[in-house]
């Protein structure tokens, strides 16, 4: 899938999250969606546009991703 499209998708659901909660729980949730709800291949690429500057990602959306990134490296 397109990296701006995921970019894109990413920024959305952290605006959905982001609404009545801190920076850090939005990121929180927005990890956990991304964990439920994207396929393997699509949270992959998304770290690795982070992982590369994360160029277009919210503040909260890369926070959700850098979780994903650390959560990545403890299971592989």
């Known amino acids: ?3 701006e499209i995921l970019v894109r998708m ?7 999250f982001s609404a ?4 850090a729980t939005a ?3 927005v990890a956990n969606h ?3 709800l994207w396929e393997s291949r699509m949270r992959r690429q998304i770290i690795e546009c982070w992982r590369s500057g994360g160029e277009g990602l919210s503040p909260i ?3 959700a991703v850098a ?3 650390e959560a990545a490296t403890y299971t592989g």
Do not use: C, P, V, Y
């Open 1 to 3: 899938m397109n990296s």
């Open 10 to 16: 990413a920024n959305d659901i952290a605006n959905f």
């Open 20 to 23: 009545g909660n801190d920076e």
């Open 27 to 29: 990121a929180r949730e």
């Open 34 to 36: 991304l964990t439920k």
């Open 61 to 63: 959306a890369r926070a």
């Open 67 to 69: 979780l994903l990134a």
